[in-house]
Structures are given as structure tokens and as C-alpha cells.
Antibody, heavy 118, light 110 residues
Framework: QVQLVESGGGVVQPGGSLRISCAAS????????MHWVRQAPGKGLEWVAI????????YYADSVEGRFTISRDTSKKMVFLQMNSLRAEDTAMYYC???????????WGRGTMVTVSS | QSALTQPPSVSGSPGQSVTISCTGT?????????VSWYQQPPGTAPKLMIY???SRPSGVPDRFSGSESGNTASLTISGLQPEDEADYYC??????????FGGGTRVTVL
């Protein structure tokens, strides 16, 4: 069964760090670009980051560039998002999503909630 | 990385048609035929409804259709059903190798 399951969310203080994870099943990470998308409470979707299917490139939204890092472990079928220097405005549900050739996101996880608060 | 522009809300009675617009720039919507649309009922993860402007994944009803002209894409729901009530988002890759979403549109079935 093709699915994504996020984990690792929680409450962290401003300026702190957190790493969230996404477990993939039913497909190979080497065949798909993988993304993180977030949604602040009551707000719309915001694209965060991508790691290419071959792992050679990563790109980030301006709002997280230099603070967040996307990575993956293909053998464990895991995708990660390391988040440093967290701010209150990073509070959101973070979704992992699989990209298909069209550039669309065909599989989404249920999300993991990150709250930045003192 | 400015968000694509969508109307905040649209509404219609069951059986009617509604159309949601999604306006971008020549750096995103206007550069690729790769606009996609997502449905998100409250408290759930987004679901892909349309990709490549007007293609539907398996299982998506054919009352959902997409189109594009210049820097604006559109999603039309024909024969509106009560279960179509949700938030809808458009998305596009950009010439910077990033992606951008629209602000979202709440569809209300009257």
C-alpha cells in the first residue's frame, strides 16, 4: 500500500530545533521527488521544500531558506526535515507529499503538528 | 515566491456549476502546463483532484475539470454535490525550481 506517515512533531521554544520524519511505503524514494508542505492553523497551504528523486538537489521556500534542511535515507525509505532557529510563524501542520512526473502531489501523509511557543 | 491568487469563497446550489480561478505569473502558471488542484475538507489532508491542468487521477469524478489560459488556471465543478464542500487549492511549479500554492477557496454548497 502506497502511503506516507509523518512523525516527530511537538512543542519547541523559539530559537530551538526539531527534526520531523516521513516514512514512505509501497514505492521507492528514488523514483519520486519528495516535498514538505505546511499549513498554519486556519491558514492555507505553503510549500516548504523538495528533494529531487535522485537526491542531487534540494530547494526551499524563501521563508525557511538557511534554517530548514530536507534529506532522505533511501534504504530506510525515510524523508526528514531538520528545522533550526524556529520561529512562532513556523507553527503549522507539516505534510509530506510525493511528487509525480506532472509536478503534482499525488500522495499525502496525515501530517505532524509543530508548535513553536515559549 | 508570491502565492497564486484565488477567490476566498464561491458557492452554489446542488446541481449547479462553480468555477474557481487561479492567477499566477509568467514565472509559474504561465510557464508550464502543470497546474494541479487539491481538495481539503476540514481536518483532513489535501487530495489531488486535477493535474497537468486538466487530467484527473483515477477515482476523481468527471464533474471536476480544469483549464488554463495565459497566467490563469481554472477549476470547474459541474453538478455540484454536498460532498464537494471543502477548501480547494491550486499549485504550480515555478521557474526557480520551487512550487507555489494559491491562497485557497472555500466552496460552499447552499
Amino acid at each position: 500500500q502506497v502511503q506516507l506517515v509523518e512523525s516527530g512533531g511537538g512543542v519547541v521554544q523559539p530559537g530551538g530545533s526539531l527534526r520531523i520524519s516521513c516514512a514512505a511505503s509501497g514505492f521507492s524514494l528514488t523514483h519520486h521527488g519528495m516535498h514538505w508542505v505546511r499549513q498554519a492553523p486556519g491558514k492555507g497551504l505553503e510549500w516548504v521544500a523538495i528533494i529531487w528523486h535522485d537526491g542531487t538537489n534540494e530547494y526551499y521556500a524563501d521563508s525557511v531558506e538557511g534554517r530548514f534542511t530536507i534529506s532522505r535515507d533511501t534504504s530506510k525509505k525515510m524523508v526528514f526535515l531538520q528545522m533550526n532557529s524556529l520561529r512562532a510563524e513556523d507553527t503549522a501542520m507539516y505534510y509530506c507529499a510525493r511528487q509525480i512526473d506532472a509536478g503534482a502531489f499525488d500522495i499525502w501523509g496525515r501530517g505532524t503538528m509543530v508548535t513553536v511557543s515559549s | 515566491q508570491s502565492a497564486l491568487t484565488q477567490p476566498p469563497s464561491v458557492s452554489g446550489s446542488p446541481g449547479q456549476s462553480v468555477t474557481i480561478s487561479c492567477t499566477g505569473t509568467s514565472s509559474d502558471v504561465g510557464s508550464y502546463n502543470r497546474v494541479s488542484w487539491y481538495q481539503q475538507p476540514p481536518g483532513t489532508a489535501p487530495k489531488l483532484m486535477i493535474y497537468d491542468v486538466n487530467s484527473r487521477p483515477s477515482g476523481v469524478p468527471d464533474r471536476f475539470s480544469g483549464s488554463e489560459s495565459g497566467n490563469t488556471a481554472s477549476l470547474t465543478i459541474s453538478g455540484l454535490q454536498p460532498e464537494d464542500e471543502a477548501d480547494y487549492y491550486c499549485s504550480s511549479p515555478t521557474t526557480s525550481a520551487t512550487w507555489v500554492f494559491g491562497g485557497g477557496t472555500r466552496v460552499t454548497v447552499l
